[in-house]
């Protein structure tokens, strides 16, 4: 197995990280602040949403708002680590209240050309990555403040999956959860497990001492709500490599276990919406309107 080689790394600085916990999608939403400035980044937002109702709210984007308000911070960067299948981005909420650019992986034209199929999207719908403002390679770089981020592309839970490096922390996405969490799924249309378990390892080259922040937490066991660890023990603890020593043990540990996980609950308008960077679609009249594909989510 080959792992490609991280791109070069400054990792002396440490930023701010101040989390901010959505019980209700077990998502976290970062703000990362330059430890020298006020420039802040924006990572995986939430859109609240009762789907039931088809209604949606500002509550947690509104916390965010709050904290860069209160603490008189300058956002330059909305990041999402991946198009999200179990929340609603409010990148577009943010970016109008706070400014900043939208970034997301290059690999979006990928998961757009697919989604855009199985939701039958018209020819209206631009699959090129032109909703948002910025679309990462890998080793591509970007500035908050003095603070240089570099994305790292790791995908297998999804095409456009990355890990952003900012100073001596790392923002996984769903590639790693807490140690006893393991590791994300990938069993949706375009995801990899061989892909994942490759994706992980060249994450796991970093030093042991760096910070791991996860999209997302269950509190498995009953444990408090938690959201970050460090390269090392993710390294040595993390529950399904602990299970896996090989590649091969991987992949069947991961294809056997996601066919027994049930589908996201927001996965329908989480990837309708996301892929559009937060945007919600609309029919021929104008009306916001979200499709339901029959049998076509899973592989």
């Known amino acids: 197995m080959n792992i490609k080689p991280l791109p070069k790394l400054n990792l002396e600085l440490s930023p701010v990280v101040t989390p901010i916990f959505d019980k209700a ?41 709050e904290h860069v308000q209160r603490e008189k911070l300058k956002v330059e960067w909305i990041v999402e680590t991946h198009v999200h299948a179990d929340h609603l981005s409010a990148a577009p909420y943010l970016q109008e209240k706070l400014g900043g650019k939208l970034g997301i992986s290059d690999q979006i034209t990928t998961v757009q050309e697919t989604f855009g199929k199985i939701f039958n999207e018209g020819t209206e719908f631009q699959r090129d990555g032109s909703q948002f403002d910025q679309l990462f390679g890998d080793g591509d770089t970007y500035e908050i403040g003095g603070l240089t981020a570099t994305v790292v592309s790791t995908p297998g839970h999804t095409p ?22 393991g590791t994300g799924r990938a069993d949706f249309p375009g995801g990899d497990a061989r892909e994942l378990y490759r ?43 602990q299970q896996c020593k090989t590649e091969d043990e991987y992949v069947a540990m991961r294809e056997t276990r996601d066919a027994s996980l049930a589908t996201p609950k927001l996965i329908i308008p989480s990837l309708q919406v996301n892929m559009r ?23």
């Open 25 to 65: 999608t077990n998502t976290v939403t970062y703000i990362v602040k330059d430890p020298n400035s006020s420039s802040c980044a924006i990572i995986d937002s939430v859109l609240d949403i009762d789907y039931a109702a088809g209604q949606i709210d500002y509550k947690n984007a509104k916390l965010v708002i």
């Open 199 to 241: 994706s992980m390892q060249r994450v796991l080259t970093l030093p042991d001492h760096v910070r791991v922040f996860v999209c997302h937490d269950y509190g498995p066991n009953g444990r408090d709500f938690a959201w970050e660890t460090t390269i090392g023990e993710e390294r040595n603890a993390n529950v399904h490599l």
């Open 160 to 181: 456009a999956c990355t890990t952003h490096v900012i100073g001596d922390a790392c923002f996984v996405g769903d590639t790693f959860f807490m140690p006893d969490g």
């Open 277 to 299: 960077g937060g945007q919600f679609p609309e029919d021929a009249q104008g009306n916001v309107m979200l499709k339901v594909p029959i049998n076509a989510l899973t592989k």
